[in-house]
């Protein structure tokens, strides 16, 4: 399968501690997106990073991406309780052309 | 923006009933896609749209699915007759620029008993 495999499988920490996930991929990608899904909603949006990019901030979230080593990471500092969610990393490949989704972290966030 | 809009948030139906979902993209978007979403199978494409034309429904598990966009503001998304293993949580999620990023709808979370 060419979806992007997530690490760890659910990650449970403290409010105030920092959430990494890593993400790992097959083949040559266009770019790499990482979204959030709460319990019952639909995914957002959180950061894209290009190929030719190695790190990408929007607000409390980091993402690194290292295309010799087919990963990319999401930092996510300071959690907070309303953090808590499953996170996906979703690599656009450039054959095929298609978000493929991974099976998530599940981040818990305790107050 | 009222964002992705889908209808039904729920479907409670009987096997070999049809079923069909419905999706409003965000306007402007030009890019629809339906997904599903299982704790077995996670997050799966089943089909995406270009300009309301299907480019690819390689991921369309069998005949019993169909998909349509009749207009840049609609589409369906249609099983009959269902079947137990198709309870899954459908979502629709529509884009400006392809595979960038893309936005969700809320899905319709389907039970066939």
């Known amino acids: 399968s060419q979806q992007g495999e997530e690490d760890p499988q659910a990650l449970s920490i403290q409010e105030g501690e920092n959430a990494t996930m890593n993400c790992s991929y097959k083949?040559?990608?266009?770019?790499l997106q990482w979204y959030r899904q709460n319990s019952g909603r639909g995914l957002v949006h959180l950061i894209l990073i290009r190929s030719n990019e190695r790190e990408k901030h929007s607000g409390r979230l980091r993402v690194t991406l290292d295309t010799s080593k087919k990963s990319s990471s999401l930092l996510i500092t300071a959690s907070r309780a309303a953090d808590t969610a499953s996170y996906f990393c979703a690599p656009l490949y450039n054959q095929g052309g298609k978000l493929i989704f991974g099976q998530g972290t599940e981040l818990s966030v305790k107050p | 923006d009222a964002g992705v809009i889908q209808s039904p948030r729920h479907e409670v139906t009987e096997m070999g009933q049809e079923v069909t979902l419905r999706c409003k993209p965000i306007s402007g978007h030009d890019y629809l896609f339906w997904y599903r979403q299982t704790m077995m199978r996670g997050l799966e494409l089943l089909i995406y749209?270009?300009?309301?034309?299907?480019?690819?429904d390689s991921g369309m598990p069998e005949d019993r699915f169909s998909a349509k966009m009749p207009n840049a503001s609609f589409s369906t998304l249609k099983i009959q007759p269902s079947e137990p293993r198709d309870s899954a949580v459908y979502f629709c999620?529509?884009?400006?620029?392809?595979?960038?990023?893309?936005?969700f709808g809320p899905g319709t979370r389907l039970l066939v008993l």
């Open positions: 749209f270009n300009n309301n034309v299907p480019i690819d």
């Open positions: 999620s529509s884009s400006k620029q392809g595979m960038e990023t893309q936005y």
């Open positions: 083949t040559s990608i266009n770019n």
